[in-house]
């Protein structure tokens, strides 16, 4: 398979996240598929990595599984993954994620929202709250269910001290590696 290693890893913490690894070899998610979604694959990223885990967690579990399939579904749908250069695990879970959720999104007619206004609310927890339920009448998946979760974000004007608090989704969460002493 060439140069692989940043697939295989990301592929190793989806397929041992019991919740949603159990979500794809039980087939529930096959009542999922959104293939009218123009934003997703038409099931196909979904359709290949069940497969994928059901080859993985097969009876046979002291084999290796070589994932061929898998990444020339990739490579047909996005060309960064063709070819055997190395890839950032990062960025490769960022579109397998995304093409997951996008291929198992439940909302077919997206509404338009607003952002939450913090100030609206009594609490961070109400507001936080809102902002996921809004979020939800545009995003609504398994994926997002198990990986996605809301950042907290707090802007104070140097001049006036107004305050902007807004809370939005993220599938990554970007920290900072300590430096040693």
């Known amino acids: 398979l060439g140069n692989t290693c940043y697939m295989a890893a990301g592929l190793q913490c989806l397929a041992n996240s019991p919740g949603f690894r159990d979500y794809f070899l039980s087939h ?25 885990l059901q080859a993985i967690w097969s009876e046979k579990l002291h084999s290796s599984v070589r994932p061929s399939a898998f990444k020339r579904m990739l490579a047909g749908v996005n060309s960064q993954f063709d070819g055997w250069e190395q890839q950032d695990c990062q960025e490769f879970l960022a579109f397998l994620l995304d093409g997951l959720h996008e291929d198992l999104n439940l909302v077919t007619e997206k509404p338009l929202t607003v952002a939450v206004d913090r100030s609206d609310f009594e609490s961070d927890h109400a507001a936080a709250e809102e902002a996921k339920r809004r979020h939800a009448l545009r995003n609504n998946s398994r994926v997002g269910e198990e990986f996605q979760g809301l950042f907290k974000s707090t802007v104070v004007c140097e001049d006036c001290h107004l305050e902007s608090i807004t809370f939005d989704p993220f599938f990554f969460l970007s920290l900072p590696m300590p430096r040693p002493r």
């Open 28 to 52: 529930r998610f096959v009542a999922h598929i959104n293939r009218d979604n123009p934003l997703g694959w038409r099931g196909r990223v979904a359709e290949e990595f069940a497969v994928l």
